[in-house]
């Protein structure tokens, strides 16, 4: 049974503008914001997952994207680990503490780095190959080229390889809004988010890349999660339809519009435990 871990939405806030999807004027509903995170976890648990859940902390309004404050992994000769972030914004460095302590209390190792100015956030910009085989690294808006190049020596030292990919579209700050792993051969990429090097990178690693709009890109629909044969997503198109069918996996509509205030959808909420 694959294990999520996901952070109750009880002081999720918009105050700033960490992205451009967050404005001062979107001002979020909570009670419909607590329906839709309970209505994600109740899906997740009809696909098959065993939802854990970190207790939120008074002030930290972005904690409830549970996809950023540690990567993590496993490797055979070296357990279970995470590595730490290094977030950009200062709210969200002080989410991370939280997340190291409730995966020490779990036994996994932490591997902290140290990161000088550069910046990473988790999941947010590093994902798996389904199969393990490497990481992609997203960089530019929010993990900077050295934070991942930090991050990859440390994963060259367990035989891990990392792929980055540079970010170029603002409303992709993050590469889980622009890459989403279907399964070992495919992918769903927004091709309008990457350098032409960072293309190149992912059609030499995918046998099958399938390609969303901007508009889709920009509606999250790139940020769905791949569970139990279904794809979890905000929105669905046609286009999109016809992708997921092709690769053998039934669209699951949940509504996430108030965690699009802030810059986030399914994807980000949550996190996979090996
Ligand atoms: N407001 C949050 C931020 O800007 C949203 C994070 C979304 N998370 C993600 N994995 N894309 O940091």
Redesign the pocket.
């Known amino acids: 049974m694959p294990k999520v871990l996901l952070c109750p939405p009880d002081y999720f806030d ?1 105050v700033d503008q ?2 451009p ?2 404005s001062r004027e979107s001002s979020v509903d909570r009670v419909k914001a607590r329906t839709q995170w309970e209505f994600l976890c109740s899906v997740l648990q009809q696909c098959g997952c065993d939802v854990e859940i970190i207790k939120p902390a008074n002030g930290l ?2 904690m409830v ?1 549970a ?2 404050q540690v990567f993590v992994g496993e490797k055979n000769g070296y357990g279970k680990f995470v590595v730490p972030s290094r ?3 200062e709210s ?1 460095q002080r989410e991370v503490p939280f997340f190291v302590d409730w995966f020490r209390k779990q036994n996994y190792s932490v591997i902290e780095l140290d990161f000088g100015d550069d910046y990473l ?5 590093l994902l798996w190959h389904p199969d393990g085989s490497r990481i992609y690294a997203g960089y530019g808006y ?1 993990s900077t080229h050295g934070g991942i190049q930090k991050f990859a020596d440390a994963m060259s030292k367990m035989g891990i390889d990392v792929a980055p990919l540079q970010l170029v579209d603002p409303y992709c ?5 622009c890459l989403c792993p279907l399964n070992d051969d495919a992918a769903l990429i927004f091709p309008g988010a990457y350098s032409s090097e960072a293309l190149a990178t992912i059609h030499k690693f995918w046998k099958r890349v399938h390609l969303l709009t901007a508009d889709e890109a920009h509606r999250f629909m790139g ?1 769905g999660i791949v569970c139990g044969g279904s794809y979890i997503t905000p929105y669905i198109t046609p286009q999109l339809e016809a992708i997921l069918k092709e690769e053998k996996l039934k669209p699951i509509v949940v509504d996430t519009s108030e ?1 699009e205030k ?4 399914c ?3 949550k996190m996979f435990l090996p």
């Open positions: 918009v960490k992205n999807y967050m309004e972005d994207f996809a950023n977030m950009v914004y969200r956030e988790g999941h947010g910009d929010r700050y993050h590469l889980d809004t940020n965690f802030a810059g986030g959808s994807f980000c909420m």
